[in-house]
């Protein structure tokens, strides 16, 4: 789960009845509402649907208020960190997936080439392979462009990307459970997310008052129905799935 940035506790009025508490600190309904541009626009877009997605947004700020700070209390328990060489090897291993992706692309272009010159497609095959064609060569065009150095945002995101993923497998190895594939993680372990939170509620290391937010913060942690569980033989932490999905694809070249 990628937790939103908590706003500071001070921002919270004294007087507000706290929906939940976390590490000491009380959660209150103040600091679940969006800014009043954000509710706007919402109103406008969403007409009838607005007080549903309202309601969507405040159980996910809360949710977030509550992992972020047990999240970096585990880190510094398990003493995880992440060192200088481990983001160079972070954005080593995107350009190596970069290549990859540019390599894919010009063979399927090759591809495409060969099926347009053998006079097999009628008219509109052809029309749909101009237009892939131009997409393809699109892509290509990008990737060709020299990759500058990665900026202190890019940096940072980094560092974010190999935390989580070092906080994944020190509980996927504590807890175990489901896990299933995300498209920014194909390897998130919410079975031990689950866990670790029964644990920390059992321990009061948080606490929700509310019963409607406590219900719908339960169920952001249930497998979903339609999600992509990966089986346990091919959960893989062994190394960071950035590193893994390049050395699939390494392989399969051979």
Known sequence: MQAQKAPANSNASST??????VLQQNIVPSQLEPDDKTKKQAKDALKGKYNQWLSEVR???MAALIWEPLQQQFLKEKNINVAPNEITAFFDYAK???DLQKNQIQQNLQQLNAQMQSGQLNAQQKQQGEALKKQMQGALEQLGKPLSDPTQQEKDLAQRTVQV??????LYKQYG????MKQANPFEPIGAYKKYLEDREKSKSFEIFDATYKKNFWKMFDVPKEAVVVPPNKVDFSKPWWILMVEQAQSMKK
């Open 177 to 180: 459970g489901t896990v299933v």
């Open 16 to 21: 507000e009845k706290p929906i939940a508490k």
């Open 165 to 170: 993923w070092k906080f994944d497998q020190s």
């Open 96 to 98: 190596k997936a970069r």
């Open 59 to 61: 159980y996910v700020k």
